[in-house]
T-cell receptor, first 113, second 115 residues
Framework: GAGVSQSPRYKVAKRGQDVALRCDPI?????LFWYQQALGQGPEFLTYFQNEAQLDKSGLPSDRFFAERPEGSVSTLKIQRTQQEDSAVYLC???????????FGPGTRLTVT | AQKVTQAQTEISVVEKEDVTLDCVYE???????LFWYKQPPSGELVFLIRRNSFDEQNEISGRYSWNFQKSTSSFNFTITASQVVDSAVYFC????????????FGDGTTLTVKP
């Protein structure tokens, strides 16, 4: 079956631009997660959803970061007024429920110039 | 606060050697979940194993085995008779109940298996 997909795979943005990153989870997965991964480091938790409810957004680095999952399926991570420190790989994952194994997408590599 | 430490940044072995990747965790909860993921050079993280805090049984899956010891807060991963295809970055992760949606990952161990 289809895994988690993310688009775009690569994004170059000029400093100050807004970007939107999309995640299509595995069909039927209740939980959806966003992570930020810097080079040589492990994924850092940003936020997660249970269906359409955003249950934890404690990892979002600033109020420029916003995530939504309006119909409990596809999710979008939006970054406003991008800064160079936002450059990273953004990973999306989904699972059947909290506490269970997560299935990861290929990530979106964001480069802010 | 939850924390995962993978003290080994890089390990290099020759094919057919056994190798153990260490993972030490910190948590105040009695109910939690531990995971190992593999990130091959292609970049996509792949799930390997999940353990809950009430199940300390060791597990073997082919050449892979896991040793969970609550007494030392460790969840180590051993690859027996390593192969070149095992070369990857391996991450250990922790989720605490009831907020089990929030996972903390270690910084990973880069394993290189040379032919």
């Amino acid at each position: 079956g289809a895994g988690v997909s993310q688009s775009p795979r690569y994004k170059v943005a000029k400093r100050g631009q807004d970007v939107a990153l999309r995640c299509d989870p595995i069909s039927g997965h209740v939980s959806l997660f966003w992570y930020q991964q810097a080079l040589g480091q492990g994924p850092e938790f940003l936020t997660y959803f249970q269906n359409e409810a955003q249950l934890d957004k404690s990892g979002l680095p600033s109020d420029r970061f916003f995530a939504e999952r309006p119909e409990g399926s596809v999710s979008t991570l939006k970054i406003q007024r991008t800064q160079q420190e936002d450059s990273a790989v953004y990973l999306c994952a989904s699972s059947v429920k909290d506490g269970y194994e997560q299935y990861f997408g290929p990530g979106t590599r964001l480069t802010v110039t | 606060a939850q924390k995962v430490t993978q003290a080994q940044t890089e390990i290099s072995v020759v094919e057919k050697e056994d190798v153990t990747l260490d993972c030490v965790y910190e948590t105040r909860d009695t109910t939690y979940y531990l995971f190992w993921y593999k990130q091959p050079p292609s970049g996509e993280l792949v799930f390997l194993i999940r353990r809950n805090s009430f199940d300390e049984q060791n597990e073997i899956s082919g050449r892979y085995s896991w040793n969970f010891q609550k007494s030392t807060s460790s969840f180590n991963f051993t690859i027996t008779a390593s192969q070149v295809v095992d070369s990857a970055v391996y991450f250990c992760a922790l989720s605490e109940a009831p907020n089990a949606g929030k996972s903390t990952f270690g910084d990973g161990t880069t394993l290189t298996v040379k032919p």
